[in-house]
């Protein structure tokens, strides 16, 4: 049945969107379908998920405590003879 | 109780703050005018904004990292949502991307067919050369879609949220990333998981 089987392309897309929104009920089977016949889709997924939880991962330890403290004595003047 | 001068608070939190406040948008933005102007910014901000500040006044840390972390996201919105024009020529280079990794029957193309990895992420981040590749990696993506990327990950906000910020269809968002990410995976695949 053709309206089941989406092409690699769709399913990266698929499994992109996932990661944002819910899919439809369709999307959700059909993706499943595709993944279960697709070895490359599999490795894909992993690798999306592995890059996702690293960013976010990085995004988060940028925060006040975990980043090496840079110096910006001009800024600071600047700052201050315009306020 | 000696009466509160905006002025002169500020300045002495433009003192003590600016440098930390300096390095998060650094390293947020990558960009050094950006990140200046970010700083400026949010001490303007708060110097407007000094009556709506509650909090103790010798530890003003909190707020004001808050304000600059708005920004940096407004920063990243407005690169988001670029001029009609840019978002034309989006569209024009949409199919080589994606022609890149996929052939005519839209399967992988040899070459950019996953690989496995065997890697878990867990010890990723404590290694400092695989931050500076995926720095890298990320900074090699149009700013368009680094930008939704940023997105994406800044605050721990659902997709539909950060579309109905931005004013864009949920689809426009996710097509994009679909595409930051297949250039991401294949950079992080070509300069580190396959060395």
């Known amino acids: 049945m053709n309206i089941l089987m989406l092409s690699c392309k769709k399913a990266s897309e698929l499994i992109e969107k996932k990661s944002i929104v819910q899919l439809s009920r ?3 089977i059909q993706l499943h379908v595709h993944k279960s016949m697709c070895d490359a889709c599999n490795t894909y997924e992993k690798h999306s998920l592995l890059i996702d939880e690293v960013i976010q991962q990085k995004i988060s330890n940028e925060s006040e405590k975990n980043i090496p ?5 001009p800024l600071k003047q600047k700052i201050k003879n315009d306020l | 109780m000696e009466a509160l001068n905006p002025s002169n608070t500020i300045k002495k939190w433009v003192t003590l703050y600016s440098d930390k406040m300096y390095s998060l948008a650094f390293y947020r933005t990558n960009n050094k005018e950006v990140a200046e102007d970010l ?3 949010t001490f303007i901000t708060a110097f407007q904004s000094f009556e709506k500040f509650k909090g103790n006044i010798e530890q003003p840390s909190a707020w004001l990292f808050t304000i600059l972390k708005n920004k940096i996201a407004d920063y990243y919105r ?3 949502r670029s001029p009609f024009e840019k978002a034309m020529n989006l569209q024009k280079d949409d199919n080589d991307t994606l022609s890149q990794y996929f052939n005519k029957d839209d399967e992988w193309l040899g070459d950019s067919l996953p690989k496995d990895w065997a890697i878990e992420s867990g010890h990723l981040l404590d290694n400092y050369d695989f931050i500076d590749v995926l720095n890298s990696c990320m900074e090699k993506l149009p700013e368009k879609w680094n ?3 940023q997105l994406k990950f800044i605050g721990e906000k659902k997709g539909n949220l950060i579309c109905q910020e931005l004013q864009i269809t949920p689809t426009n968002f996710w097509q994009i990333l679909h595409r930051a990410k297949l250039q991401l995976r294949s950079c992080l695949e070509h300069n580190w998981f396959k060395k």
């Not at chain 1, 403290?69 to 004595?73: K, P």
Request: no cysteine; net charge negative; aromatic share 6%.
């Open chain 1, 26 to 28: 369709i999307e959700t």
């Open chain 1, 69 to 73: 403290h840079l110096r910006n004595e």
């Open chain 2, 39 to 41: 700083v400026q910014d």
């Open chain 2, 78 to 80: 407005k690169i988001y």
């Open chain 2, 147 to 149: 930008a939704a990327l």
